[in-house]
């Protein structure tokens, strides 16, 4: 039987542990804890290291007691700002929040209890199971960080859940895109505005003419990009020597990516050289694309699980990056599950329990098969 008191009870622990991103090292401790006394060993990585954070990426491996494909469930462990002194309060309406003063921290936690839940069900009443494997990620809200440094060669499972989508249990991520950071620079030359503005070469100018000649906003169904940070010039009198430009490139197709960035970048070399300026563009691949067909595995029994609560299964794509993102990437297909939590990196963020119970009882569903 589901203990819905032993659940809400374990999801507050959780949520009241402080775990900004790179302070992860109490619900790390909390987490060990928790396995050891199942007789579980946690595997720390050294991303917690390299990032100069309390913690790495935790896995738990979890032997079978049935044959059957390994599953992989992955939560992050950290959470964005203000996430200080949480204090969850439970309303009479079965929905719990944090006091107003901080976020609640359901995102990611509500992920984490349920997962904790499920494997105690799994113990107490003897389940079959397959192999599973229990990935906790630290950075995720710092651009998916703990995750980019795990060795997935570790990892015996080809299906996986990432459990970090807003939505509704029931709801499948199926697609979403792959994105590239891209910065774009041009170096001019100074000198002053009023006496020999002849000799310089005006940054601003070129990055603005340069521009002018690029797509921005929606370029097809699949593709966006957009400019989103200018910054540039020294002073009104002087003839500006450098303009630095923000932006981002995204979409569902990764040739599509490959190819708007090529272009952009080959748009604005080249105009901001054509008028005498030097130009540089410097791109960042930060996630891949989620891109599965609805009758893969990992979407099917995901489906079948919500059918077997009565949940209709909803497949979705998203516009954002997330674990699963850089699951897929390491050619383990992964899909991200919707689990209810509301409002997110808000202080009006909340999750209703019967949410957490639904939670629960899906990670079941789809242990099952
Ligand atoms: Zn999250
Ligand atoms: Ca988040």
């Known amino acids: ?19 900004v991103s790179g302070h992860e090292g109490k619900i790390r401790d909390l987490l060990k804890g928790h396995f050891a006394l199942r007789g579980l060993e946690v595997e720390e990585d050294k991303a917690g ?27 992050h462990m950290d959470t964005v700002k203000p996430g200080e002194g949480i204090k969850a309060v439970i309303g009479d309406d079965r929905i719990i929040r944090s006091q107003g003063d901080t ?32 990935l906790f990620t630290v950075q995720e809200e710092q651009g998916l960080k703990g995750s980019k440094l795990f060795d997935f060669s570790r990892l015996q499972a080809r299906i996986a859940y990432v459990l970090d989508d807003n939505n509704d249990p029931g709801t499948i991520v199926i697609k979403s895109p792959c994105q590239n950071e891209i910065e774009y620079v041009v170096h001019g030359r100074a000198a002053h505005a009023g006496m020999n503005p002849e000799d310089g070469i005006n940054a601003i100018q070129l ?16 593709t966006t990009c957009n400019f ?37 970048k080959a748009t604005f070399i080249n105009t901001v050289e054509d008028l005498g300026g030097k130009a540089e563009v410097n791109i960042e691949f930060l996630y891949p694309e989620i891109a599965l067909a609805p009758d893969e595995e990992v979407v099917q029994r995901a489906a079948r699980a919500a059918r077997k609560l009565g949940l209709e299964p909803r497949l979705a794509a998203t516009g954002g990056g997330s674990d ?33 119970v639904q939670d629960v009882q899906l990670i079941l569903k789809i242990i099952e098969g």
């Open 1 to 19: 039987m589901l203990n819905e008191k032993r659940l809400v009870e374990l999801f507050i622990q959780l949520v009241e542990t402080d775990s």
């Open 49 to 75: 290291e390299i990032l100069g954070g309390q913690s790495g990426n935790l896995l738990v491996r979890v032997a079978d007691s049935v044959e059957g494909p390994p599953l992989l469930f992955a939560a």
């Open 103 to 134: 976020i609640l921290g359901s995102d990611d936690k509500s992920a984490i209890a349920a997962l904790l839940e499920a494997y105690d069900i799994i113990l107490e009443q003897d389940l079959p199971h397959p192999p599973m494997e229990f």
């Open 207 to 222: 990055a603005a003419m340069a521009l002018a000649q690029m797509p921005c906003g929606r370029i097809d169904e699949d």
């Open 228 to 264: 989103g940070v200018i910054k540039g010039g020294l002073a009104r009198n002087i003839v500006a020597p450098e303009c630095r430009v923000r932006g981002e490139a995204r979409s569902s197709k990764r040739e599509k990516l490959d190819s708007l960035t090529a272009s952009l």
């Open 324 to 356: 699963a993102s850089i699951i897929n990437g390491q050619g383990i297909a992964c899909v991200n599950l919707g689990v209810g939590m509301k409002n997110v990196h808000t202080t009006d963020e909340y999750v209703e329990i019967d949410h957490l």
